[in-house]
């Protein structure tokens, strides 16, 4: 079983759909959730960071951890044709020694 | 925000020459960076774990003398392909962390050999 399970989708969606993008992990010592988001040619950025379970908010974008269904889930709201991009999962454990990244899901927002 | 940056952006070789692909953190000191791989349509593949001053622990099935990884300071690691092949050819990505939060990621280097 992978460390980091991810849809690779590919995902396409009409402008101003909510988009659902989620992760699944089967280490439960994992405690860092990001999410990146790297467009064609380009190395990943950061898009969002949380600890341990809970919410986070900034502008469109939420990401959830739901650490005892060990699920986290990125939502982006109001989707914008330059959405449009392959968003990565990753995590770590606390000591962040070692990064695990899921496959990538492939978005595409139409305008 | 941290920003990492590499440099060249891009490179075209010729097959046997070497190649050195560089990493920097331009904002903050990286005890440790990470050198990945990137093939077409893939996710990232983790090739390598740097600490300053110390060698370079590598993945299962990376050829450490192939790729040679160096990381001489807290803002610098240098990624060497020696003896570059057309099949090393691939989108190399190198990411910097500064504590045990996250890595932030350069813009990565794509790589030639004809």
């Known amino acids: 079983q992978k460390e980091v399970e991810q849809d690779p989708g590919p995902l396409s969606v009409p402008e101003g759909a909510i988009v659902s993008l989620n992760c699944t992990y089967s280490?439960?010592?994992?405690?860092?959730f990001m999410w990146y988001r790297q467009y064609s040619r380009k190395g990943p950025e950061l898009l969002m960071y949380?600890?341990?379970?809970g919410n986070k908010e900034d502008g469109r974008f939420t990401a959830q951890v739901d650490k005892s269904s060990k699920y986290i889930s990125l939502f982006i709201r109001d989707s914008q044709p330059s959405d449009s991009a392959t968003y990565l999962c990753?995590?770590?454990?606390?000591?962040?020694?070692?990064?695990?990244f899921g496959t990538g899901t492939s978005l595409t927002v139409i305008p | 925000g941290a920003v990492v940056s590499q440099h060249p952006s891009r490179v075209i070789c010729k097959s046997g020459t070497s190649v050195k692909i560089e990493c920097r953190s331009l904002?903050?000191?990286?005890?440790?960076m990470f050198w990945y791989r990137q093939f077409p349509k893939k996710s990232l593949m983790l090739m390598a774990t740097?600490?300053?001053?110390?060698?370079?622990?590598?993945e299962q099935g990376v050829e450490k003398d192939k790729f040679l990884i160096n990381h001489a300071s807290l803002t610098l690691s240098t990624l060497t392909v020696t003896s570059a092949h057309p099949e090393d050819s691939s989108f190399y990505i190198c990411?910097?962390?500064?504590?045990?939060?996250?890595?932030?990621f350069g813009p990565g280097t794509r790589l030639l050999v004809l």
């Open positions: 904002d903050f000191q990286a005890t440790t």
């Open positions: 990411s910097a962390m500064g504590g045990a939060e996250t890595q932030y």
């Open positions: 740097s600490n300053e001053g110390s060698k370079a622990t590598y």
């Open positions: 949380t600890y341990s379970s």
């Open positions: 280490n439960s010592a994992f405690q860092y």
């Open positions: 990753a995590m770590s454990d606390i000591t962040g020694n070692q990064f695990y």
